[in-house]
């Protein structure tokens, strides 16, 4: 089983920037993609950014160039560096692992994140 904390979110305004962390604990080692989703009052969950145990990164298209994944390995922590916020960036922010391996994906709880106009 893995665990997922969550930390970061809150309250910015639009053009600012706001970090999110996400620590594994519990059984880690067949984790490879982490990432983080976000959902908006009314919308469907969406993928907002990924990366797996290699390095490599996807994104949607809508924060392509403002939000940045990363991840340490060794802390199995998975990173959202969001900048030039938008009142459209305001979601519900959740982060995951996948475990392929067990066919299994672990979430941490929701963080809010609202960016004011």
């Known amino acids: 089983q893995v665990q997922l904390v969550v930390s970061g979110g809150g309250l910015v305004q639009a053009g600012g920037s706001l970090r999110l962390s996400c620590a594994a604990s519990?059984?880690?080692?067949?984790?490879?993609?982490m990432g983080w989703y976000r959902q908006a009052l009314g919308n469907q969950r969406e993928l907002v950014g990924a990366?797996?145990?290699?390095?490599?990164?996807t994104y949607a298209d809508s924060v392509k160039g403002r939000f940045t994944v990363s991840r340490d390995n060794g802390k199995i922590t998975v990173y959202l560096q969001m900048n030039s916020l938008t009142p459209e960036d305001t979601a519900v922010y959740f982060c995951?692992?996948?475990?392929?391996?067990?066919?299994?994906?672990?979430w941490g709880q929701g963080t809010q994140v609202t960016v004011s106009s």
């Open positions: 519990g059984r880690r080692f067949g984790i490879n993609s």
């Open positions: 990366i797996t145990n290699s390095g490599r990164t």
């Open positions: 995951y692992a996948e475990e392929p391996f067990r066919a299994v994906t672990s």
